[in-house]
T-cell receptor, first 113, second 116 residues
Framework: AQSVAQPEDQVNVAEGNPLTVKCTYS??????LFWYVQYPNRGLQFLLK????DNLVKGSYGFEAEFNKSQTSFHLKKPSALVSDSALYFC???????????WGAGTKLIIKP | GAGVSQSPSNKVTEKGKDVELRCDPI?????LYWYRQSLGQGLEFLIY????????KSGLPSDRFSAERTGGSVSTLTIQRTQQEDSAVYLC??????????????FGPGTRLLVL
């Protein structure tokens, strides 16, 4: 069965420091991997996705994620955090011919000034 | 262009009443999805549409929940005889197609439902 794990409920980072939000997955076959962000009282916004090709994917707002097949991970990163990055981040996975996204539980990112 | 819109943004109802939640997908998107998000939790998949057809309704929590889509566009999620455990944010998303599994889903702002 497909699954996604976000091992950290919350990540605290000082403004200006690099940030990482972790995601590991379990699927049979090749995964499609997504990151979404949710600001308070808002819907989810798409950040980036990995389908195929280059393992380093660049997305919105300066975020990037690296697909690591051997470690079955897709960690979200940003070189320099902003206070405005504080939000809830969700990782999701799907497979070819499977429409359904399987979602992680979310990680709350707090950037302190 | 316009994104996914949902109405109402907030709904307060009394236990036992019926509610209807509406979703307008991005124009041209053939696939539409409904999710439920309880406070501080992840997303629970409810149902998806390809065109007007909903091939898999197994994600609906009970037979009090139903959904339809007309004209390949607007969708309505109906909850009959609401219960307090139905209180949540109901999110709608759309994507261009379902093909391949890698389609990006674009989300609306959600409807926050509170059942008293």
């Amino acid at each position: 069965a497909q699954s996604v794990a976000q091992p950290e409920d919350q990540v605290n980072v000082a403004e200006g420091n690099p940030l990482t939000v972790k995601c590991t997955y379990s699927v049979s076959g090749n995964p499609y991997l997504f990151w979404y962000v949710q600001y308070p009282n808002r819907g989810l916004q798409f950040l980036l996705k990995y389908i195929t090709g280059d393992n380093l994917v660049k997305g919105s707002y300066g975020f990037e994620a690296e697909f690591n097949k051997s470690q079955t991970s897709f960690h979200l990163k940003k070189p320099s955090a902003l206070v405005s990055d504080s939000a809830l981040y969700f990782c999701a996975v799907s497979q070819y011919s499977n429409y359904q996204l399987i979602w992680g539980a979310g990680t709350k990112l707090i950037i302190k000034p | 262009g316009a994104g996914v819109s949902q109405s109402p943004s907030n709904k307060v109802t009394e236990k036992g009443k019926d509610v209807e939640l509406r979703c307008d997908p991005i124009s041209g998107h053939t696939a539409l999805y409904w999710y439920r998000q309880s406070l501080g939790q992840g997303l629970e998949f409810l149902i998806y549409f390809q065109g007007n057809s909903a091939p898999d309704k197994s994600g609906l929590p009970s037979d009090r929940f139903s959904a339809e889509r007309t004209g390949g566009s607007v969708s309505t999620l109906t909850i009959q005889r609401t219960q307090q455990e139905d209180s949540a944010v109901y999110l709608c998303a759309s994507s261009f197609t379902l093909a391949g599994g890698g389609e990006t889903q674009y989300f609306g702002p959600g409807t926050r439902l509170l059942v008293l």
